[in-house]
């Protein structure tokens, strides 16, 4: 008799599911790049190679859901945002103006979200006048 463990059996994955990863990887493929983070830099931080941040970058590898929160962390995302998940807004009823600017500006690279705050800043300041 064998005692030894069996090896984990490869599940395929849906369409919806390759999808799916493939949307993920690109999202951590554009806020990386946002944050001026290489894959090197990321694959440090998880503990992977290079070639591991490639696969999940490129949807041919799913990602650890041990590491969503390290990845989320350094991107500087919720985990919702990071997998593609509407957050929820805190009132109830049609989402205000403001919070979809704030939205839209959370999108921006982080150089244009530092210039907007700038504007921001320099209008409120000329209002407190």
Do not use: W
């Amino acid at each position: 008799m064998d005692n030894s463990t069996p090896a984990p059996v490869a599940v395929a994955l849906s369409k919806e599911e390759q999808a799916f990863f493939v949307q993920l990887g690109s999202r951590i493929t554009q806020l990386r790049k946002e944050q001026g983070i290489t894959q090197v830099q990321l694959a440090e931080l998880l503990g992977v190679s290079q070639q591991t941040i490639t696969a999940y970058e490129t949807g041919r590898r799913r990602i650890q859901v041990s590491n969503l929160p390290v990845i989320a962390k350094t991107l500087h995302v919720t985990i919702e945002e990071l997998i593609g998940s509407p957050t929820r807004a805190s009132k109830r009823g049609p989402v205000g103006k403001l919070q979809l600017q704030v939205e839209r500006i959370n999108q921006l690279p982080r150089t244009k979200q530092q210039f907007v705050m700038q504007v921001i800043d320099s209008v409120l300041a000329q209002a407190t006048r």
